[in-house]
């Protein structure tokens, strides 16, 4: 059976000051800002938009698993573990919360970061095969 969904185009994510969040991720991330009002931005960002949008107070993105952990929902993905030390230093000298980078016991390593509304982000040294193939990245 061939995929019926292709991509993920879209993900959206609670702030509590649009403005301030926009600015955040542009500065932080290198994301674009392509709209903003007062109750969303819409940014480019690792092939994808990501919605900021206005919530209510103490919300997330984050959930808490079965064993009291407390998980992101979404993983960035960098080109090998080079490029992943790389990000985690920039991301350190910008003053991002950022966590240790980790082996989980899967190819590649890890870390997390935060953002400052407390959505909290995963991010990968492994490209997936078919982005690879997609972008001809050499294996």
Known sequence: MGEKL???????????????????????????????????????IADQALFLVKAKQGETSNFIDSNGSERFSLTFEVDGEEKLVELQKDLQAKDVEVGPIED???????FVFRDPDGNKFDVWSQLSPKFKERLKVEQ
């Open 6 to 44: 292709i991509r993920v185009g879209t993900t959206y994510l609670p702030v509590q000051d649009v403005a301030l969040a926009a600015d955040w991720y542009t500065t932080k991330l290198e994301a674009q800002l392509n709209y903003m009002d007062d109750e969303k931005a819409i940014l480019a």
């Open 104 to 110: 989980r016991g899967h190819p590649g390593r890890n």
